[in-house]
């Protein structure tokens, strides 16, 4: 298996704008995440889904945040509109489900950045 | 809720010299899993090495081990023989195994670690 897939790796986009970023999770994992990483916060938890459903999106920032997973091979995080303080890499991840001892396995990030 | 404690944002070690990573966690469960995972400058999470809570050994991994010390909620990361490809960020990580939590993790501040040759 390739690993989790991210797309794309950088995206530089101007404040306003519409930014979706995607994820491919590894085949057979039920659950599938999606985290950001900045300085000041570390890594946050935005949403989780398990079997293509959304469980828990507290961590989601502001309504100009959303996720989907139409299936369980793709999943996508969308900003709009994007502002500055969005900067940040973002990454997902996929997992199987508790109750075997697996670790979460993560794409190697995008790269966001907010002009 | 969880919370997952990294007190040493920046640590040093020579080349072949052991260094260890310190890490405390908060929980009122009694079953769960905790996780080493290194971010080297490519950004890439990978783990390093898991330990369940339920096992009173510590896991190793080649020069990677841990001291889990379950009622003091402290779970250290030792790296022996430190090499230059060790360079990177180290996140301790917490999972509940309960099932309602989902698989979710829950990340400490990091550790930068530097070595030096």
């Known amino acids: 298996d390739a690993g989790v897939i991210q797309s794309p790796r950088h995206e530089v986009t101007e404040m306003g704008q519409e930014v979706t970023l995607r994820c491919k999770p590894i085949?057979?994992?039920?659950?599938l995440f999606w985290y950001r990483q900045t300085m000041m916060r570390g890594l946050e938890l935005l949403i989780y889904?398990?079997?293509?459903?959304?469980?828990?999106d507290s961590g989601m920032p502001e309504d100009r945040f959303s996720a989907k997973m139409p299936n369980a091979s793709f999943s996508t995080l969308k900003i709009q509109p994007s502002e500055p303080r969005d900067s940040a890499v973002y990454f997902c991840?996929?997992?199987?489900?508790?109750?075997?001892?697996?670790?979460?396995?993560f794409g190697q990030g995008t790269r966001l950045t907010v002009v | 809720a969880q919370t997952v404690t990294q007190s040493q944002p920046e640590m040093s070690v020579q080349e072949a010299e052991t260094v260890t990573l310190s890490c405390t966690y908060d929980?009122?469960?009694?079953?769960?899993?905790l996780f080493w995972y290194k971010q080297p400058p490519s950004r890439q999470m990978i783990l390093v090495i898991r330990?369940?809570?339920?096992?009173?050994q510590n896991a190793t991994e080649n020069r990677f081990s841990v001291n889990f010390q379950k009622a003091a909620k402290s779970f250290s990361l030792k790296i022996s023989d430190s090499q230059l490809g060790d360079a990177a960020m180290y996140f301790c990580?917490?999972?509940?195994?309960?099932?309602?939590?989902?698989?979710?993790?829950?990340f400490g501040e990091g550790t930068q670690l530097t070595v030096n040759p």
């Open positions: 990580a917490y999972r509940s195994a309960r099932e309602t939590s989902g698989s979710r993790l829950t």
């Open positions: 991840a996929s997992s199987s489900t508790p109750g075997f001892v697996t670790e979460a396995f």
């Open positions: 929980t009122s469960e009694s079953d769960y899993y």
């Open positions: 085949s057979g994992h039920d659950y």
């Open positions: 889904f398990n079997n293509n459903v959304p469980i828990d």
């Open positions: 330990q369940e809570a339920y096992k009173q």
